[in-house]
């Protein structure tokens, strides 16, 4: 196993285009979640899969944004009519869950340009 | 509301010293605090946790303490060295789920 993967690592857009984001998470991992991150900024929840099952979602940043995890193995992160504001590096990372806090392992991310 | 504060200023050590960075919350009980490491363009890299009973955990050079009372974690790096030069960022639950909220990051620059 590669560790968590994310395509791609790199996306220049136009505002007002949608985008879509996949993550593979380590493959014994049950919990997927999506951070974003500016700069000089920690990463900033987004949202949490356990499974197929989203049970955090409030903290999307807006209407635009939508998440999915079909099947519970990789996830897609979408965000409609971008805007400039968009522009971040957009994380996913993953864990297994065995009780109270667990290490989470993140991919090296999306970086999202939009012009 | 929740905050976590690290100090936005980097940190400048001389190759062999230790290496101390804070990480400050409010309005917080967390069962438990993280730390990560991020360098440039990469994602975070997970380094120790330490659970609200503990007072102190160590890994190699690494050593992380949690004061419940004072709301503040310490990490420390001893004999740091110039591939100890990174971003280090602490990270409390939000609730059960392991979702994470994130300090700003502390940026330490490790000179030989």
């Known amino acids: 196993d590669t560790g968590v993967s994310q395509d791609p690592r790199h996306k220049i857009t136009k505002r007002g285009q949608n985008v879509t984001f996949r993550c593979d998470p380590i493959s014994e991992h049950n919990r997927l979640y999506w951070y974003r991150q500016t700069l000089g900024q920690g990463p900033e929840f987004l949202t949490y899969?356990?499974?197929?099952?989203?049970?955090?979602k409030s903290r999307l940043l807006s209407d635009r944004f939508s998440a999915e995890r079909p099947k519970g193995s990789f996830s897609t992160l979408e965000i409609q009519r971008t805007e400039q504001g968009d522009s971040a590096m957009y994380l996913c990372?993953?864990?297994?869950?065995?009780?109270?806090?667990?290490?989470?392992?993140f991919g090296q991310g999306t970086r999202l340009t939009v012009v | 509301s929740q905050k976590i504060e690290q100090n936005s200023e980097a940190l400048n050590i001389q190759e062999g010293k230790t290496a101390t960075l804070t990480c400050n919350y409010t309005?917080?009980?967390?069962?438990?605090l993280q730390w990560y490491r991020q360098d440039p363009g990469r994602g975070p890299v997970f380094l120790l946790l330490?659970?609200?009973?503990?007072k102190e955990k160590r890994k190699e050079r690494l050593k992380v303490t949690f004061d419940t009372t004072l709301k503040q974690s310490l990490f420390h790096i001893t004999a740091s060295q110039p591939a100890d030069s990174a971003t280090y960022l602490c990270?409390?639950?939000?609730?059960?789920?392991?979702?994470?909220?994130f300090g700003g990051g502390t940026r330490l620059m490790v000179k030989p």
């Open positions: 309005n917080y009980s967390p069962a438990y």
């Open positions: 990270a409390l639950p939000l609730r059960a789920g392991n979702m994470l909220t």
């Open positions: 899969f356990q499974n197929e099952a989203q049970l955090e």
């Open positions: 330490i659970r609200e009973n503990e």
């Open positions: 990372a993953s864990s297994f869950s065995t009780g109270t806090g667990t290490s989470a392992f």
